[in-house]
């Protein structure tokens, strides 16, 4: 024992080289890595509550431990006189040998290869350095130099300091230090005296510390600047409602409370933590202190990062919430998270948790589930358009306008208990908006059979239809498709004579044609209009109605395909048409009214303003 204690004596100051691979990544970290500097006293803080972790078992489990009744703390201490900044733990401390290994030498074996990655061209530098525990020398990024000055736990250990500025060399001598743990002294270069501030301090440690399972003091104050409990930690059962809402508004400034909560407290198959919150409005206030989306990650209640993106799908990022994990591996600056198997499981665990949270709130509060539609529903849509895994999984949170119930929202469970017996698809109608869908010709015949039509009118809906093709075993059907089978309705129009009716309009039909020439693919009569005179339909073998939508939006150059003009043969307008002389000057006048109409109707006319010229010409003509 005595000649260990020796060794770990340094008889007097000893300068020693850092190596030089050490030296290389000391300026990549310093250099590269880190964005934003306050991030050294996280580092910091984070080391000294690893040490007090690692003392406190020994505690418990070792009863040789110098001052076993000292408090588990941590302590800071700034002198705006010198320019220094004192961090105290009272931790499990180090040995000489300990201070030269662990802060004279980073990363032992790996060092070169380390460097050699980071020099090769095309490298993501924090997809290799997850390894790599060298958070202290972010301090670096403010010091001119740093001293620590160290005790191990061990009764017969004695006291040593380690020197740097950051240069090529350190330095390791002995110290008098009376109590167990470790003293970092941080002299701060002239740009970084802010770090002396102490609401400045504060505010770094509330960000980044403030759920450090240790009490962290300033001075000789015995003020605990930090919360250390953990909301997301304790028991769910034993939380108020009142307590979650006091977090969400602390976590946000918004001043109202959340529209839904969820608790999650997961051991297998990875240890998590996480509380998640459903905001009142998308929108980020004056006051917000969220500036971005994404959640707070934790790693054992340490900040990691303030806006991770990686926990949830793009179409969630609208949740609130805090994510802390003790399985978590970091890479070096604890900035970016290492991609791995771990993280797609917590984002598999949290997205079904989100999922559970927003179909409880539809089926325990449909006024709050309303409004939650109204403010997110097409971050829901977009989650059906664009999830490769299960989009299935996010079908029962959508909520749709009907031409039954056009003022308020249906599910599409509640679509099909409201279908009639004989009806097997679920119909929907895409427009522009909800007037233009009000009247709509292809609605005509459902309207009037009393079926239930879905009405989608928002820009992303045609995205969201083009991958919601069925449900529960019930296929999604657009009623502008030209080959619509109704049932109980096509057998009993099927059964008037079709033929003598194409033969009675075959005339009026060639003056169509021959009117409009090229912009109609073709012209006939149908029966499936019944208070409109005309609509407009797809010929077969172009792509399907909602599936053009998507191309014109994301293709300025897109050219619709021609459409069919299908002609009412039971309608007033057309069966009188049949009485004017092909060269009778009212002809070309209707033709382009009844052709443009549908145009309009369908969302597709160039230039609306232009009909007014020829609807005057058609009211001169009305009049005697």
């Not at 001119?144 to 004695?158: C, G, H, L, M």
Request: glycine share 4%; proline share 5%.
């Amino acid at each position: 024992m005595n000649d260990t204690v020796e060794k770990q004596t340094p008889e007097a100051s000893q300068s020693i080289a850092f190596k030089a691979e050490t030296r290389q990544i000391l300026d990549i970290l310093i250099h590269s890595l880190y964005t934003e500097r306050e991030i050294f006293l996280r580092e910091l803080i984070s080391n000294a509550s690893d040490a007090l972790t690692r003392v406190d078992f020994e505690i418990l489990t070792n009863r040789q431990v110098l001052d076993p009744e000292v408090e588990l703390a941590i302590r800071l201490t700034p002198d705006p006189d010198e320019n220094t900044l004192k961090i105290q733990d009272t931790g499990i401390g180090m040995t000489p040998d300990e201070l030269i290994d662990n802060l004279g030498t980073i990363a032992h074996s790996g060092a070169q290869a380390f460097v050699a990655a980071a020099k090769e061209a095309g490298q993501n530098l924090t997809d290799i350095i997850g390894q790599f525990g060298v958070g202290f020398y972010s301090a670096f990024m403010v010091a001119e130099w740093i001293k620590v000055t160290s005790r191990s736990y061990r009764p017969d250990a004695q006291a040593a300091s380690w020197f740097s500025k950051g240069d090529d060399t350190f330095t390791v001598e002995p110290a008098e230090k009376s109590g167990r743990g470790t003293d970092i002294v941080i002299k701060f270069k002239e740009d970084a005296t802010e770090f002396l501030q102490e609401h400045r301090l504060r505010q770094i440690i509330r960000k980044h510390s403030d759920f450090i399972p240790y009490p962290i003091y300033f001075g000789d104050q015995d003020e605990q600047v930090n919360r250390k409990t953990a909301l997301w930690r304790q028991n769910p059962k034993q939380i108020k409602t009142e307590e979650y809402e006091d977090f969400y508004k602390q976590l946000t400034l918004d001043i109202e409370p959340p529209l839904a909560s969820s608790h999650m407290v997961i051991d297998a198959p990875v240890q998590m933590y996480a509380v998640l919150f459903v905001p009142t409005t998308k929108e980020h206030g004056v006051l917000s202190l969220r500036r971005e989306d994404g959640l707070k990650l934790f790693a054992r209640k340490v900040l990691i990062q303030e806006y991770c993106k990686d926990l949830l799908p793009e179409y969630f990022r609208f949740i609130q919430g805090v994510v802390d994990s003790e399985d978590l591996p970091l890479n070096v600056s604890r900035e970016t998270i290492q991609s791995n198997r771990l993280m797609n499981q917590l984002k598999k665990l949290i997205t079904s948790k989100v999922i559970d949270m927003l179909e409880k709130m539809a089926k325990d509060d449909l006024e709050k589930y309303e409004r939650f539609w109204t403010g997110f529903g097409r971050y829901i849509k977009e989650g059906v358009a664009v999830e490769q895994v299960e989009p299935q999984a996010l079908y029962p949170l959508l909520r749709f306008r009907t031409t039954t119930y056009p003022d308020r929202w249906s599910s599409l469970d509640d679509y099909l208990e409201r279908m009639k017996p004989d009806q097997k698809d679920i119909y929907f109608i895409l427009g522009d908006d909800e007037r233009s869908v009000t009247y709509s010709p292809h609605l005509d015949l459902l309207r009037s059979h009393d079926y239930e039509v879905l009405t989608l009118t928002d820009a992303v809906d045609a995205f969201m239809i083009v991958r919601l093709n069925e449900y529960k075993e019930h296929t999604l059907v657009n009623v502008a498709s030209a080959t619509l089978d109704l049932p109980e309705i096509q057998p009993e129009q099927e059964s008037e004579p079709t033929s003598t009716s194409q033969t009675d309009f075959s005339a009026l039909i060639d003056r169509f044609k021959h009117h409009l020439g090229d912009r109609v693919a073709d012209v006939r009569m149908t029966s499936r209009l019944t208070s409109s005179p005309a609509r407009l339909v797809d010929p077969e073998g172009v792509p399907f109605q909602e599936v053009q939508r998507v191309y014109r939006m994301i293709q300025e150059d897109y050219e619709i395909p021609k459409k069919v003009l299908e002609l009412n043969q039971h309608h007033n307008i057309i069966t009188r048409m049949q009485s004017l002389s092909d060269d009778h000057p009212l002809n070309s006048l209707i033709i382009e009214q009844i052709f443009e109409n549908a145009l309009l109707v369908e969302g597709f006319h160039p230039d609306p303003v232009g009909m007014i010229p020829r609807l005057q010409q058609l009211i001169e003509q009305a009049l005697p």
